[in-house]
């Protein structure tokens, strides 16, 4: 698998061989083709994946509809004159616009072409704005929904509300972190942030008027949720039918704009579900390797302190974000590190807090690889917008932002109730 992955194989493509030949090697040839008859019929049937296409949509007809765009000008009226304001309402946006779209890459890119326009007419320096915008689109996948928190519920059975309830202080943190991150810089290093002039307040309201649509389709969306009123993948689907009326009555979506949306949430699920199968390829030959059995067996024989073993865990999290997508990192891990996450006694957790708090802790995890050199997915996204930054630039500014992410990731190990603290009130 790493081998095609070097080559550049689609990764997909990389899990799916390897576990197709290893799965022949020890079965034969009709019990690998039996598999294959069921196995994409068995994946493609599950109703509750029908939620990442309909988040994905969401997300789709905000940026098409310019929602993003009124986002940014929003946060940047009330804080784009303060030094380094206009970095910290690409952060603001960038969690707002995570509130519809569930994807970090899609985060990344959005804002990034909304925001760094604007950040560099106003003399910001490219270090401060590519690396703000990147490891602000990780909120995309912080700030629920969050396409990685569906995955990791399917491959776990678990409830998907509660994970999206459990993310929403760690996506809170995340945002605070990382608007006390550029403070500090522009402290130490004011010649990376010019102040601009100060926002009129009638034109600040009517610019914070402009995005109430996003504060009403999360309300709605997720007290719904909560309230038991519908489902995950329902409330999915009442979010992508509000953020479709709330992007017509802007009168900037036209019949083009619906065709893109459509056709790019079509391409990116594809991809989704054809991670799904190679992933799923390669954890039924792992399967009758029964490696996941003896590994959860071997954790839970070792003399070592828990946390231990979940901080061995994470930082081989994020050394794979490094040169995998999430979803990739994700689908192939879970099933083999989970049963051993579960056979540890971490706190006294019950099970289904125990998974939920790891689950959260797995996302923040990833997100930071979405940033970390050498690689970070994220990084290149920006990058290949923001051209005139060079690329070594963006890397030596995120580093404060890890650094913010490392402090989230200890207080969120070290202290489980601020994961948990969101599901007991709202799930008793």
Not at 17 to 31: K, S, V
Not at 369 to 396: F, Q, W
């Amino acid at each position: 698998m790493l081998a095609l992955m070097a080559l550049r194989t689609p990764i997909a493509v990389a899990m799916f061989i390897p576990g197709a030949l290893g799965y022949w090697a020890m079965t034969n040839d009709m019990a690998l083709l039996n598999l294959l008859k069921g196995s994409a019929v068995a994946r493609l049937t599950v109703y509750d994946l029908s939620v990442i296409p309909l988040f994905l949509l969401m997300g789709q007809f905000a940026t098409q509809g310019g929602l993003s765009r009124a986002l940014f000008q929003a946060a940047a009226a009330f804080v784009g004159h303060i030094r380094g304001g206009l970095a910290m309402a690409a952060i603001l946006s960038a969690a707002a616009f995570g509130a519809v779209c569930g994807s970090s890459v899609a985060t990344s890119a959005t804002i990034t072409q909304v925001a760094y326009p604007e950040m560099k007419a106003h003399g910001y320096h490219g270090r401060l704005t590519t690396a703000a915008l990147a490891c602000g689109g990780t909120l995309g996948i912080l700030i629920p929904p969050s396409v990685p928190l569906v995955v990791y519920a399917i491959l776990t059975e678990q409830n998907i509300g509660k994970l999206f309830a459990a993310a929403m202080v760690p996506g809170i943190l995340a945002v605070i972190g990382y608007i006390a991150v550029i403070m500090l810089v522009c402290r130490f290093k004011p010649e990376l942030a010019q102040p601009s002039q100060a926002t009129p307040w009638p034109q600040r309201w009517r610019a914070l008027a402009a995005v109430w649509p996003i504060a009403v389709i999360f309300i709605v969306v997720f007290g719904g949720i909560y309230g038991g009123i519908f489902s995950p993948t329902e409330g999915a689907a009442v979010g992508a039918v509000g953020t479709f009326v709330a992007a017509l009555a802007r009168r900037e979506l036209g019949w083009g704009g619906i065709q893109r949306s459509f056709l790019g949430t079509a391409e990116t699920s594809a991809m989704v579900f054809l991670i799904f199968l190679g992933a799923d390829m390669m954890n039924s030959a792992l399967a009758l390797t029964q490696m996941p059995t003896r590994v959860a067996d071997w954790v839970g024989h070792l003399q070592i302190a828990p946390l231990w073993i979940i901080a061995a865990i994470l930082a081989i999290y994020i050394v794979l974000g490094c040169v995998m997508d999430e979803l990739s990192m994700m689908l192939l891990t879970i099933p083999v590190i989970f049963p051993a996450v579960m056979a540890l006694d971490l706190f006294g957790l019950a099970p289904e807090a125990k998974a939920i708090w790891f689950g959260i802790l797995v996302l923040m995890t990833v997100g930071i690889g979405m940033t970390m050199p050498p690689v970070g997915l994220n990084v290149y996204v920006v990058n290949s917008i923001a051209r005139d930054v060079p690329m070594a630039e963006t890397y030596r500014g995120v580093w404060p932002f890890l650094a913010s992410d490392v402090l989230r990731m200890l207080l969120l190990l070290f202290f489980p109730s601020l994961t948990l603290g969101f599901v007991s009130l709202f799930f008793k």
